[in-house]
Nanobody, 115 residues
Framework: QVQLVESGGGLVQAGGSLSLSCTASGSIFGFNAMGWHRQAPGKQRELVATVTRGGNINYADSVKGRFTISRDNAKNTVYLQINSLKPEDTAVYYC?????????WGQGTQVTVSS
């Protein structure tokens, strides 16, 4: 079983930046991908960014050019640098890790962008 611990959320003004991190621990056998989803109030959870085992990176169209995902394999950690924040980026951000046994999720970290 895998455990994911996120950090880095908070309150920021529009146009500002935040950096999120997520560290995985436990039995991570057959790693496939790691990344971030988010869920805004009253909306479905959506994929924000992901990085695969092979290093391929994908972003949601709404965050391209503003969000940057990176991974430190040695630390089992994934990062999300968020720039040019908009009020519509306000959401709970969840880290996930996909591996052979399934998908693990973090507890979520709140990002609130004030206008």
């Amino acid at each position: 079983q895998v455990q994911l611990v996120e950090s880095g959320g908070g309150l920021v003004q529009a146009g500002g930046s935040l950096s999120l991190s997520c560290t995985a621990s436990g039995s991570i056998f057959g790693f496939n991908a790691m990344g971030w989803h988010r869920q805004a109030p009253g909306k479905q959870r959506e994929l924000v960014a992901t990085v695969t085992r092979g290093g391929n990176i994908n972003y949601a169209d709404s965050v391209k050019g503003r969000f940057t995902i990176s991974r430190d394999n040695a630390k089992n950690t994934v990062y999300l640098q968020i720039n040019s924040l908009k009020p519509e980026d306000t959401a709970v951000y969840y880290c996930y890790l996909s591996y052979m046994a399934g998908t693990g999720w973090g507890q979520g970290t709140q990002v609130t962008v004030s206008s």
